[in-house]
C-alpha cells in the first residue's frame, strides 16, 4: 500500500462491538486477557506490523521480549517492571519496549493501544 493509513481510537468499523478473545501470553502471572488485535498495516517480508490492541487486566512475565514494540497508550494504564526499572505508562503516554526485555506487564485495568511491532 502506497497511500497514508488512519488509525481509528474507536478500532475499525464494528470493533467496539465485537466480543474480547483470549490473547496470547509469554508466561501469565494473574488475571484474564481477553482483548482484540486489529492490523491496520502488515508488511511481513520486514517483519512489521501496526495497529490497535485491547485488553482487560492481567500480568505476564517475559523472560526476552520477542521483538521491538513502539506502543501509544489509548486509555487505561500498564506498568512495565524489571530489576532496575518501573515505570507505569497512561493515556497519551508513548513508550518503546526493546527485543529481549526481561520483565512484567503489569495491567490491572482494561487497556487498549496503537502498536508497532518491528520482529
Known amino acids: 500500500m502506497t497511500t497514508p ?3 481509528n481510537a474507536a478500532g475499525p468499523q464494528g470493533w467496539a462491538g465485537t466480543d474480547n478473545v483470549a ?3 509469554a508466561e ?3 488475571g484474564n486477557p481477553v482483548g482484540l ?3 491496520y498495516f502488515t508488511r511481513p517480508e520486514a517483519g512489521v506490523r501496526a495497529g490497535i490492541w485491547r485488553s482487560e487486566a492481567y500480568t505476564e ?3 526476552s521480549y520477542p521483538c521491538d514494540e513502539f506502543m ?3 486509555s487505561g494504564s500498564v506498568t512495565i517492571e524489571s530489576d532496575s526499572f518501573s515505570q507505569t505508562y497512561r493515556q497519551g503516554d508513548a513508550f518503546l519496549i526493546p527485543k529481549g ?3 512484567f506487564w ?3 485495568e482494561a487497556m487498549q493501544k496503537y502498536y508497532v511491532i518491528i520482529e
Do not use: K, N, W
Request: glycine fraction near 4%; charge should be negative.
Open 5 to 7: 493509513i488512519s488509525f
Open 23 to 25: 490473547q496470547p501470553t
Open 28 to 30: 501469565l502471572i494473574e
Open 37 to 39: 488485535d486489529h492490523a
Open 61 to 63: 512475565f517475559y523472560e
Open 72 to 74: 501509544c497508550v489509548l
Open 101 to 103: 526485555f526481561r520483565g
Open 106 to 108: 503489569r495491567q490491572t
